[in-house]
C-alpha cells in the first residue's frame, strides 16, 4: 500500500476516527475534572564547604568539585528516614514516613552545588510547610552524616537560599496538556483501527476488488455495478424513479453485458441468486427484467424464493396466488401472471413446508419451460445460495446464474463457496454484479449528463426542504414537478408501420409515466 491508499482507508473509516478521537478527548477532559489539584512547594539549598579565607585559588576549586560530588549523594538522603520521620513527628502529619518519602523528590542541577527539594501535596500551604520542614532537617542529617568524629563542627555547610511559599496554582492536572494527549492517543488509535480493520477485511468494495478476487479462483467475469441507492427502499424500480440516474444506468450496463455473455447462444431463463441473504439479489431480479423489458422483449419474472418472498413485497402485487398455487395444480400458469407494468410476473405464492422438493419437482420444470416459450426472457429471483439447497436444485431448467454481490459486506470467502457450490451441480454463472456499490469507491460507476433529462433540479431542492421540514403536501407537488417533462424534452417518435423500433419506446412511456404502485416499507426491498 502506498500513501494514496493509507489515506483512501482513513477516508474510508472517518466515523470510526472520529468517534474514537472523541472519545479519547472526552478521556482528557474527564481525566481533567475528576483527577484531585496537586500542588508543588520547593525549596532551594546552596552546599559549600567551610574553609579559611586564606585559600588560594587551587584549594577552592578541589573544594567545588568536592563539593558538586557530594550533591549527587545529598539527593538520596532527602527521602530517607532520618528526614521524613521527623518530619512526621514535627508536623503531626496523618501520613506513614514511607508515604511521605513518596511526596518528596531532590535533584541537584548539573555542574552547580544547588539542591532543590521539592514536596507534592493536595493543598498547597501544607506543601510548602512540609518543604520548609524538610529543608530545615535534611540540612541538620547531612552536617551529621559529614561531621568527623573527633571534630566539633562539619566540613559541609547548607544553607536554604530560597524557601518554599505557597504555590498559586496547582500543578496538576493541566487541561490542556490532558485533552491534547487525549486527543492525540484517540487519533492514533482510531488510525490504527482503521488500518487493522481495512487489512482483515475481506469484503470487495469494487468492481476492480471483486474482479480481482474472481480471477484468484477462475470466477465468472463482473458484469455490473449497481450503486448504493438509500431511498432504494420506497423506490424499487430504477427506471420508473430516476431513469437516467447513476442505478438505472447501472442496470443497462447489466442488460448489455449479458446479451453479450455468449453471442451464439443467449441465456433466456436466468437466475438471479447471492451467497446470502441481505444483499440484494430481489432488487437486482426486478430492475433486470425492467431493463429487458425497456428493449421492447417481453419478460417474465418468476419468484422462486418459497422461503422468504420478497418479490410481491416490492411490487406491490399479490403473492397468495403465485408459483406454488401452479405447482399443487389449482390454477393455471397464465392465471396467476400479474402485471408490474412492461414486465410480468409470478409471484411465489403461499409459504410451503417443503420448498426444496416443490422446486426439484417436475412440475416446476414444466412451468419454468414454458414460460421460456412465451416469453423473450425469464428472469427468476431465487434462494441465497449458502444457507439453503433451493437455488441449486434449479439448475438443470436454467441457462445461467448471475451472483448478487453485496458491496462492503459479501467476503471473497463466501463467493469463492458460493460458486463451488453452483459448479458441483453442474450449474453455469453467467457472471457476477456488484450491489450497493459507493459511487465514491467505486470508479466502474461513472456518472453522464443527459441534455434532455426530464427532472426540475429546482423542483428536487424544493422537495428536499420539503421533506426536511416534514411537509408532505409540498413534497408531493415537488415530486409531481420533478415528473413532468422539461421543455427541451424530445418526444418518441413512432415508427411508420409499427416495426420492431417501436416497441422501444412503448416500455420507457409506461415505467416513466404510470403512477408508483403501493410498496410495504416496513421492511427492505434488497433482500
Not at 500500500?1 to 479519547?24: E, K
Not at 508543588?40 to 579559611?52: E, H, Y
Not at 477462475?218 to 455490473?224: E, H, I
Not at 457472471?431 to 461513472?446: F, I, Q, Y
Amino acid at each position: 500500500m502506498d500513501l494514496r491508499d493509507y489515506l483512501r482507508v482513513l477516508s474510508r473509516r472517518w466515523r470510526a476516527i472520529t468517534v474514537l478521537t472523541l472519545l479519547g478527548t472526552a478521556a482528557g477532559v474527564l481525566l481533567t475534572y475528576t483527577a484531585v489539584p496537586e500542588y508543588r512547594a520547593t525549596a532551594k539549598l546552596f552546599v559549600s564547604l567551610q574553609g579559611s579565607t586564606d585559600e588560594d585559588t587551587a584549594q577552592l576549586a578541589q573544594g567545588n568539585l568536592f563539593t558538586q560530588a557530594r550533591v549527587r549523594s545529598y539527593a538520596e538522603v532527602a527521602t530517607s528516614p532520618l528526614v521524613t520521620g521527623h518530619v512526621v513527628k514535627q508536623l503531626k502529619l496523618k501520613m506513614s514516613p514511607a508515604a511521605l518519602s513518596g511526596k518528596i523528590s531532590a535533584t541537584a542541577q548539573p555542574d552547580t552545588v544547588l539542591l532543590q527539594l521539592t514536596v507534592t501535596d493536595t493543598r498547597a500551604a501544607r506543601a510548602a510547610r512540609i518543604s520548609n520542614a524538610v529543608a530545615e532537617r535534611f540540612t541538620e542529617v547531612i552536617r551529621g552524616l559529614e561531621r568527623p568524629v573527633d571534630a566539633e563542627s562539619s566540613p559541609v555547610r547548607l544553607s536554604v537560599t530560597e524557601p518554599a511559599s505557597v504555590p498559586a496554582a496547582p500543578f496538576s492536572p493541566r487541561p490542556a496538556v490532558n485533552i491534547a494527549l487525549g486527543l492525540l492517543a484517540g487519533l492514533i488509535l482510531g488510525a490504527g483501527f482503521a488500518l487493522a480493520r481495512e487489512t482483515l477485511d475481506s469484503s470487495v468494495r469494487t468492481s476492480k476488488a471483486l474482479t480481482d478476487a474472481l480471477a484468484g479462483f477462475g470466477g465468472p467475469p463482473v458484469l455490473g455495478s449497481i450503486v448504493h441507492d438509500p431511498q432504494a427502499t420506497s423506490r424499487p424500480l430504477a427506471l420508473r424513479d430516476d431513469m437516467h440516474g447513476l442505478r438505472a444506468e447501472g442496470f443497462r450496463r447489466l442488460r448489455t453485458c449479458l446479451q453479450f455473455v455468449d453471442v451464439d447462444r443467449p441465456p433466456k431463463v436466468i437466475a438471479v441468486t447471492s451467497p446470502l441473504s441481505g444483499e440484494g439479489k430481489t432488487s437486482v431480479a426486478v430492475n433486470l427484467a425492467a431493463t429487458l423489458a425497456e428493449t421492447g422483449a417481453s419478460v417474465c419474472l418468476v419468484d422462486t424464493d418459497l422461503r422468504r418472498p420478497s418479490t410481491a413485497r416490492t411490487l406491490g402485487l399479490i403473492r397468495d396466488a403465485g408459483l406454488t398455487t401452479a405447482l399443487i395444480g389449482r390454477a393455471e400458469v397464465q392465471q396467476l401472471l400479474q402485471s408490474a407494468g412492461s414486465f410480468s410476473v409470478l409471484t411465489s405464492g403461499a409459504v410451503p413446508p417443503n420448498p426444496t422438493e416443490l422446486l426439484g419437482s417436475a412440475q416446476l420444470k414444466a412451468v419454468l419451460r414454458g414460460l421460456a416459450e412465451k416469453f423473450d426472457h425469464v428472469v427468476v429471483d431465487t434462494a441465497p445460495v449458502l444457507p439453503v439447497a433451493d437455488a441449486s436444485v434449479i439448475a438443470s431448467e436454467v441457462d445461467g446464474y448471475l451472483l448478487v454481490v453485496r458491496a462492503s459486506r459479501t467476503s471473497r470467502d463466501q463467493i469463492a463457496e458460493a460458486l463451488r457450490s453452483l459448479r458441483h451441480v453442474g450449474a453455469s454463472v453467467v457472471g457476477t454484479v456488484l450491489n450497493m456499490a459507493s459511487p465514491k469507491e467505486d470508479r466502474g460507476a461513472h456518472g453522464y449528463a443527459y441534455e434532455y433529462r426530464p427532472q426540475c433540479h429546482k423542483a428536487g431542492r424544493f422537495a428536499r426542504l420539503a421533506r426536511v421540514l416534514r411537509l408532505p403536501r409540498l413534497a408531493r407537488i415537488a415530486r409531481a414537478l420533478r415528473r413532468r417533462p422539461s421543455a427541451g424534452t424530445a418526444p418518441a417518435l413512432p415508427t411508420p408501420g409499427g416495426g420492431p423500433d417501436a416497441r422501444l419506446t412503448a416500455p420507457v412511456a409506461v415505467l416513466a409515466d404510470e403512477p408508483p404502485r403501493p410498496v410495504a416499507a416496513e421492511r427492505s426491498v434488497q433482500s
